[in-house]
């Protein structure tokens, strides 16, 4: 079976300082791996994607996630973060037409 | 990336109603749609597959009579939420399926539904 699995549910950091979101995926199959946003009570906001190719994908907002295939990761991370980047984070997987979730990480940026 | 909207944003209905919440697919034909429902600091629960012309697919568990899904177009699919109890009371965001083989999901920016 497929899963994705968001190591931390909250993740306190101070403003300007760097962020790493982790993300761990198992799956017997080639996988796409998602990062998304979601402010309150919005929608998901696509961060960035990985499909193929170069490991080190970088998405929107300056955020940037490295595909490990030997750790199974997906780690989301940004040099320096700013108020604004407070919110939901989830990591998310698919095989097929159907996407599986991470349980979220609550990214909460300090001044 | 495909634009989705969802119409209403918030609805707040009283218990035995039924609320129709609207998801439109502004710049793409999307033979597949999905339902998700999201509870307060919880992440998104997948409850059915919409697909363009023919029934919906439901997660197990979720109800079909209890929710009904019609997907009459490639631009817009319906959730009706029948005889509607405040446990039902959630955050509905619909997504559609990017296609191309990107396997890419794009989310609308849900509905929040409030039943009294």
């Known amino acids: 079976a497929q899963s994705v699995t968001q190591l931390d549910s909250q993740v306190p950091v101070f403003e300007e300082a760097p962020v790493e979101l982790r993300c761990n995926y198992s799956s017997s199959v080639s996988v796409y791996l998602f990062w998304y946003v979601q402010y309150p009570n919005q929608g998901l906001q696509l961060l960035l994607k990985y499909l193929s190719g170069s490991t080190l994908v970088k998405g929107i907002n300056g955020f940037e996630a490295e595909f490990n295939k030997s750790q199974t990761s997906f780690h989301l991370r940004k040099p320096s973060v700013h108020i604004s980047d407070t919110a939901e984070y989830f990591c998310a997987g698919s095989t097929g037409n159907q996407f599986y979730f991470g349980t979220g990480t609550s990214l909460t940026v300090i001044p | 990336g495909a634009v989705v909207s969802q119409h209403p944003s918030r609805v707040i209905c009283k218990s035995g109603t039924s609320v129709k919440i609207e998801c439109r697919s502004l710049d793409f034909q999307a033979t597949t749609m999905f339902w998700y429902r999201q509870f307060p600091k919880q992440s998104l629960m997948l409850m059915a597959t919409?697909?363009?012309?023919?029934?919906?697919?439901?997660e197990q568990g979720v109800e079909k009579d209890k929710f009904l899904i019609n997907h009459a177009s490639l631009t817009l699919s319906t959730l009706t939420v029948t005889s509607a109890h405040p446990e039902d009371s959630s955050f509905y965001i619909c997504?559609?399926?990017?296609?191309?083989?990107?396997?890419?999901?794009?989310f609308g920016p849900g509905t929040r539904l409030t039943v009294l």
């Open positions: 919409s697909n363009e012309g023919s029934k919906a697919t439901y």
């Open positions: 997504s559609v399926h990017g296609g191309g083989g990107t396997d890419t999901q794009y």
